[in-house]
């Protein structure tokens, strides 16, 4: 039996890292045990260095005397962790070329993401309200008291920021310096709304939405980020669940802008009961496999999608964005090594699952 590779595509800056062992948040061990247990062998690569002319890729690969870049056929099956340009069409070439590559697009615009769930009946009471731009932020500032604007496009939170008001049309808009990293809030009146937060609106898509009532723990909102990929099989499952603090007095939980992780059990059982928590954990897992079966209908080579779902006060769970590639550093930040390694565990499974189809014709 020959060698079954198996293609990780990653970006050039987590690329170069290899031979260092220093792949920031992803974890090469992780996938290299993951990958013993289906018997593939993982081939870590960029798109530049795939040849669709030969045939052929040049690809780290472990050895005994640790990573060496090898020259290899192009994997029938690729497991895509990059995020590239809308503009870079290597991507749709290498898929016009032959191989299975799932999760063949890592990001996808909020918007898009929202009007495919808000397409489907069942799923709609679980979305804020959402409107668009300039203009949708004047509509939304009459109905609702609480207001989280995000770019279309953003990730880790970059660009969120929050409006509440406080009366008589005074509202305080809260947004991070891009100089300093530091929040800071002023007061704006809804008939004059300043020109930076219009230019702001102006430059890039942005969604408006109510800002959902989340739990909290001593003050500190979270919500539930719920892992949902395609395993062996080929069917989605809920991997599993960890909570996302925001920071104390903030309100984004982004782990990348100071949020921490903990258990999901932990979260939900510091405010509801534990029959309750364990409620809200199923309906958020749930929640969660609708999701993914929903836009799976609609998106291509989908196989491995972070969700956020938010959890309010009452205990009802709430969408609030899709991550194509799913941070699952979170698990192990967490304390949960054995979910963190499953993980992994599942992409390589589907992965094999594939390879196996494909050998079957």
């Known amino acids: 039996m020959g060698r079954k590779d198996v293609g990780i595509l990653l970006n050039s800056s987590m690329y170069r890292g290899i031979p260092r062992l220093k792949t920031g948040q992803e974890s090469l061990s992780n996938y290299e045990d993951a990958a013993s247990l289906y018997g593939i062998t993982p081939c870590f690569l960029r798109l530049e260095d795939i040849d669709l002319h030969s045939g052929f890729s040049y690809a780290f690969i472990k050895q005994p005397q640790g990573y060496r870049r090898t020259l290899i056929t192009i994997p029938s099956v690729i497991h895509n962790r990059a995020i590239y340009s809308q503009k870079n069409t290597r991507m749709d070439r290498l898929i016009q070329y032959g191989p299975k590559v799932f999760n063949t697009c890592n990001r996808y615009g909020k918007d898009e993401i929202h ?3 808000g397409d489907h009946p069942e799923l709609r009471r679980y979305l804020p309200v959402t409107e668009k731009g300039i203009i949708g932020l004047k509509v939304m500032m009459n109905r609702f008291p609480d207001l989280i604007l995000k770019p279309c496009r953003g990730s880790v939170g ?44 102006s430059a890039v898509p942005y969604l408006v939405q109510e800002r959902i009532p989340l739990a909290e723990i001593s003050g500190r909102p979270f919500d539930l980020r719920v892992t949902v990929q395609r395993g062996w099989g080929g069917e989605w499952q809920v991997t599993g669940l960890f909570a996302k603090l925001a920071p104390v007095g903030g309100f984004v939980s982004n782990i990348a802008r100071g949020g921490e992780a903990v258990s999901s059990i932990f979260a939900l059982e510091s405010v509801f009961s534990k029959v309750k928590a364990s409620n809200v954990r199923m309906s958020a897992g749930t929640l969660g496999l609708a999701i993914a079966r929903c836009l799976d209908e609609s998106l291509p080579g989908l196989a491995d999608i972070g969700l956020d779902i938010g959890i309010t006060g009452e205990g009802s769970p709430f969408f609030i964005e899709c991550n194509g590639r799913d941070q699952r550093y979170g698990f192990h930040k967490a304390g949960l090594a054995e979910t963190w390694k499953e993980t992994y565990n599942r992409p390589m499974g589907y992965a094999r699952y594939l390879l196996e189809r494909n050998e079957r014709g």
């Open 115 to 117: 009007r495919l769930l």
């Open 158 to 201: 970059n660009g969120v920021m929050r409006l509440t008001h406080i009366g008589n049309r005074r509202w305080s808009w809260s947004y991070r310096l891009s100089s300093t990293g530091r929040w800071v809030s002023i007061t704006v009146d809804q008939n004059a709304i300043p020109k930076q937060l219009v230019n702001r609106l």
